[in-house]
């Protein structure tokens, strides 16, 4: 696709990148003599009419966002099956790539590039959309050290067609909102919550939640609580572990109320970072110049000794005493989660209540093998241990998936199998048969025939050969020699099937010794016949000697002996001889046969071989 030119103005140069939906080519635009980037949907998503439809609207709502930590949208345009966004382009890393190289990042410079996702997505807030795939993939970092966020249009595209719990759970799971997977409404609070989920990753190395699967990281984005970040860094302050936790809050309306409020909280949390509060309205942030590491001193009250003695003895009197009436218990009692699949739902919420343990149906799925309204996995998983007073989060079964039998009669063969795959269902054995209503290719009846069938069914189908032929009687071919009785077979409209080779002493080399149908039956033009040819005999050959006498009635006579056996006609005796002479000649064959004697090129004698 390089060199290539959309729109009469943007000139491919070289691909940059590549992701799951589109690929990235840097390009020159003619008309203004400046170099974009240019996002070109994959094919198998350029062929949805209704996605493209769909990422049309929303790209052209992102491009009338402007905003210096965003990346900017500039063009919308197809050219024939290409659909394409011409959009800012930046020299520099993704936070993924920074991440991967840094982590975990020094808070401060966490902190600066949060504070400037916030600008971004509280701009796009407040204009009214919603990205909705937050994540270090989408964030760009110029090599002046602004932060944008990408793929506003794209996020909100996919996000509408595909992101749903139960079924197909897209996109970068670690990032996605609670909302998101249980498939629920997106609010600003959305965007909020993944950013809580970058931000985390930036300081600690790690997201939140993971899991080896996706419905389990999020189970995990539902049901968990993250660990607080300041246990596995600890250089995250109290204060800036507090603004992520309550970024990561599970309920929406307990998150900040705008990306505006979470900017103010970074900014707050530490003093090194005041400078942003007053160059944040109307001027391009950009990162301070604070290296990992370093952290601008900050001024804290300090104790003296005498006082913090008795504070300390307070705080040790207060925790004896919830000890002492908690029989020790303070951080509650641990118990180990039972295996609940299989179970049904009053079952399991039984079990579970015995170990002081809670239940919450996380959603329901088809499954083939696990019978309806029965528990198929869980979270966490059996005989982990936890806390009394946990929530096990359950999938509990929908049974197999029902689809409609399509009625595929009077479709061609490769249509049935179209009708089949758009329903979820799979082509089985295919039997042919002669039908006078149906031409060739055509199903005549199908099983099952209508009603439901369990998704990935098998449908068997009968398909017309087309009209019946008119019959013939079978031509009786043996004895004949293989290529008259190809030429037989051809004069009733007949195929030849299968040649089978057989020794015989009987029959020459080539000769047909039996055919599969028999003579004189009525059998269908068209129809394939099956013949067993001779291929000779490999016996030992035998002798016979031949004793005759000549005829007196000229002066001399030609005497000539053909030999007819298993291995064909030849001629084995030539010569003169006066007449009335007695001639006496031996002649070898194979299998049986006869010698015949000719005088003078008239036949005069037939002597049997046996």
Same mark, same amino acid.
């Given at each position: 696709?390089?060199?290539?030119?959309?729109?009469?103005?943007?000139?491919?140069?070289?691909?940059?990148?590549?992701? !799951?939906?589109?690929?990235?080519?840097?390009?020159?635009?003619?008309?203004?003599?400046?170099?974009?980037?240019?996002?070109?949907?994959?094919?198998?998503?350029?062929?949805?009419?209704?996605?493209?439809?769909?990422?049309?609207?929303?790209?052209?709502?992102?491009?009338?966002?402007?905003? $210096?930590? =965003?990346?900017?949208?500039?063009?919308?345009?197809?050219?024939?099956?290409?659909?394409?966004?011409?959009?800012?382009?930046?020299?520099?890393?993704?936070? +993924?790539?920074?991440?991967?190289?840094?982590?975990?990042?020094?808070?401060?410079?966490?902190?600066?590039?949060?504070?400037? =996702?916030?600008?971004?997505?509280?701009?796009?807030?407040?204009?009214?959309? #919603?990205?909705?795939?937050?994540?270090?993939?989408?964030? /760009?970092?110029?090599?002046? %050290?602004?932060?944008?966020?990408?793929?506003?249009?794209?996020?909100?595209?996919?996000?509408?067609?595909?992101?749903?719990?139960?079924?197909?759970?897209?996109?970068?799971?670690?990032?996605?909102? $609670?909302?998101?997977?249980?498939?629920?409404?997106?609010?600003?609070?959305?965007?909020?919550?993944?950013?809580?989920?970058?931000?985390?990753?930036?300081?600690?190395?790690?997201?939140?939640?993971?899991?080896?699967?996706?419905?389990?990281?999020?189970?995990?984005?539902?049901?968990?609580?993250?660990?607080?970040?300041?246990?596995?860094?600890?250089?995250?302050?109290?204060?800036?572990?507090?603004? #992520? /936790?309550?970024?990561?809050?599970?309920?929406?309306?307990?998150?900040?109320?705008?990306?505006?409020?979470?900017? @103010?909280?970074?900014?707050?949390?530490?003093?090194?970072?005041?400078?942003?509060?007053?160059?944040? @309205?109307?001027?391009?942030?950009?990162?301070?110049?604070?290296?990992?590491?370093?952290?601008? $001193?900050?001024?804290?009250?300090?104790?003296?000794?005498?006082?913090?003695?008795? #504070?300390?003895?307070? #705080?040790?009197?207060?925790?004896?005493?919830?000890?002492?009436?908690?029989?020790?218990?303070?951080?509650?009692?641990?118990?180990?989660?039972?295996?609940?699949?299989?179970?049904?739902?009053?079952?399991?919420?039984?079990?579970?209540?015995?170990? @002081?343990?809670?239940?919450?149906?996380?959603?329901?799925?088809?499954?083939?093998? &696990?019978?309806?309204?029965? =528990?198929?996995?869980?979270?966490?998983?059996?005989?982990?241990?936890?806390?009394?007073?946990?929530?096990?989060?359950?999938?509990?079964?929908?049974?197999?998936?029902?689809?409609?039998?399509?009625?595929?009669?009077?479709?061609?063969?490769?249509?049935?199998?179209?009708?089949?795959?758009?329903?979820?269902?799979?082509?089985?054995?295919?039997?042919?048969?002669?039908?006078?209503?149906?031409?060739?290719?055509?199903?005549?009846?199908?099983?099952?025939?209508?009603?439901?069938?369990?998704?990935?069914?098998?449908?068997? /189908?009968?398909?017309?050969? %087309?009209?019946?032929?008119?019959?013939? $009687?079978?031509?009786?071919?043996?004895?004949?020699?293989?290529?008259?009785?190809?030429?037989?077979?051809?004069?009733?409209?007949? &195929?030849? !099937?299968?040649?089978?080779?057989?020794?015989?002493?009987?029959?020459?080399?080539?000769?047909?010794?039996?055919?599969?149908?028999?003579?004189?039956?009525? =059998?269908? +033009?068209?129809?394939?016949?099956?013949?067993?040819?001779?291929?000779?005999?490999?016996?030992?050959?035998?002798?016979?000697?031949?004793?005759?006498? /000549?005829?007196?009635?000229?002066?001399?006579? +030609?005497? &000539?002996?053909?030999?007819?056996?298993?291995?064909?006609?030849?001629? &084995?005796?030539? +010569?003169?001889?006066?007449?009335?002479?007695?001639?006496?000649?031996?002649?070898?064959?194979?299998?049986?046969?006869?010698?015949?004697?000719?005088?003078?090129?008239?036949?005069?004698?037939?002597?049997?071989?046996?």
């Amino acid at each position: 696709m390089k060199d290539m030119v959309l729109g009469d103005r943007y000139e491919l140069l070289e691909g940059v990148g590549e992701g !799951g939906m589109a690929k990235v080519y840097k390009a020159h635009c003619k008309s203004l003599d400046r170099i974009v980037a240019i996002k070109i949907l994959k094919e198998e998503y350029s062929r949805d009419q209704a996605f493209v439809q769909s990422f049309k609207t929303e790209a052209l709502a992102a491009a009338r966002l402007s905003h $210096p930590n =965003i990346v900017n949208i500039f063009d919308v345009g197809q050219e024939n099956d290409v659909h394409y966004i011409v959009m800012e382009y930046i020299e520099g890393q993704t936070l +993924q790539e920074i991440i991967a190289a840094e982590a975990p990042l020094s808070p401060e410079k966490a902190s600066e590039i949060a504070i400037m =996702i916030c600008e971004g997505i509280h701009h796009a807030h407040e204009n009214g959309i #919603i990205h909705r795939d937050i994540k270090p993939h989408n964030i /760009l970092v110029t090599k002046k %050290g602004i932060v944008k966020v990408a793929d506003f249009g794209i996020a909100q595209a996919i996000s509408k067609k595909t992101l749903t719990f139960a079924r197909d759970l897209v996109g970068t799971v670690h990032y996605i909102s $609670p909302e998101q997977a249980k498939g629920e409404p997106v609010t600003p609070a959305t965007d909020i919550y993944s950013l809580g989920c970058v931000l985390y990753e930036m300081l600690t190395g790690r997201p939140p939640f993971d899991a080896e699967s996706t419905i389990t990281v999020a189970l995990k984005h539902i049901h968990d609580e993250p660990l607080p970040p300041e246990q596995i860094n600890p250089a995250v302050s109290k204060a800036l572990s507090a603004v #992520i /936790l309550k970024a990561l809050e599970k309920h929406p309306s307990h998150r900040f109320t705008t990306a505006e409020e979470m900017s @103010n909280a970074l900014i707050s949390q530490d003093a090194s970072l005041s400078w942003m509060r007053k160059e944040r @309205n109307g001027t391009t942030i950009i990162m301070s110049p604070i290296q990992a590491g370093q952290k601008t $001193p900050s001024k804290r009250r300090k104790f003296r000794p005498a006082g913090m003695v008795i #504070i300390a003895v307070a #705080i040790l009197g207060l925790l004896s005493g919830i000890w002492w009436v908690m029989g020790g218990s303070i951080f509650g009692k641990e118990v180990q989660v039972p295996n609940l699949q299989g179970m049904e739902l009053k079952e399991a919420t039984d079990t579970l209540a015995a170990l @002081n343990l809670k239940i919450a149906v996380a959603g329901r799925n088809f499954s083939d093998e &696990v019978e309806k309204d029965l =528990i198929i996995s869980q979270e966490p998983p059996a005989e982990q241990t936890v806390k009394t007073g946990r929530e096990i989060a359950v999938v509990l079964s929908k049974g197999p998936e029902m689809v409609a039998v399509p009625h595929v009669v009077g479709l061609s063969q490769a249509d049935a199998e179209i009708q089949f795959r758009n329903a979820g269902l799979v082509r089985g054995e295919v039997s042919q048969n002669y039908d006078d209503r149906y031409e060739q290719g055509i199903v005549i009846s199908q099983s099952p025939s209508g009603g439901e069938a369990v998704k990935g069914s098998k449908v068997n /189908l009968l398909v017309s050969k %087309g009209k019946t032929p008119p019959k013939v $009687p079978m031509p009786a071919l043996e004895g004949m020699t293989l290529e008259k009785a190809k030429e037989k077979l051809s004069e009733y409209g007949l &195929v030849l !099937g299968q040649v089978t080779r057989q020794e015989s002493s009987t029959y020459k080399v080539d000769v047909v010794i039996s055919q599969d149908t028999t003579a004189g039956i009525l =059998i269908e +033009q068209g129809s394939t016949v099956n013949l067993v040819v001779s291929k000779g005999s490999t016996g030992t050959a035998k002798t016979k000697t031949l004793q005759f006498t /000549l005829p007196t009635g000229q002066k001399s006579y +030609q005497v &000539v002996i053909n030999v007819t056996d298993s291995q064909g006609s030849r001629q &084995v005796y030539k +010569q003169t001889h006066n007449s009335g002479t007695s001639v006496s000649v031996g002649v070898s064959y194979s299998g049986s046969g006869t010698a015949e004697v000719r005088l003078d090129e008239e036949r005069y004698k037939v002597f049997n071989l046996q």
